[in-house]
Nanobody
């Protein structure tokens, strides 16, 4: 069984910053890919950023230069540092991990960017 616990969402003004965290626990040896997706009201869930066990990163074009993903393999934790936040970044952010050909999702954390 795998559990993902997310934290760090909230309300922030445009131009502000937030840091999301997601800690994974359960029965696994190592995690191949850790990442974040988001889903805004009325829209499909979309990938935001991913990082492999070797440190290779992927970012959606909309967040490049503003968001930074990192991971602590010893703690099975992935982070998303979000800066220069815009109202369009408002969404529920979901943690995702991949290993052994399977996907696991967190419960989601709300990020609202508004003045």
């Amino acid at each position: 069984q795998v559990q993902l616990v997310e934290s760090g969402g909230g309300l922030v003004q445009p131009g502000g910053s937030l840091r999301l965290s997601c800690a994974a626990s359960g029965s696994f040896f190592s995690i191949d890919v850790m990442g974040w997706y988001r889903q805004a009201p009325g829209k499909l869930r979309e990938p935001v950023a991913q990082i492999t066990s070797g440190g290779t990163t992927y970012y959606a074009d909309s967040v490049k230069g503003r968001f930074t993903i990192s991971r602590d393999n010893a703690k099975n934790t992935v982070y998303l540092q979000m800066t220069s936040l815009k109202p369009d970044d408002t969404a529920v952010y979901y943690c995702n991990i991949k290993f052994s050909g399977r996907n696991y999702w967190g419960q989601g954390t709300q990020v609202t960017v508004s003045s």
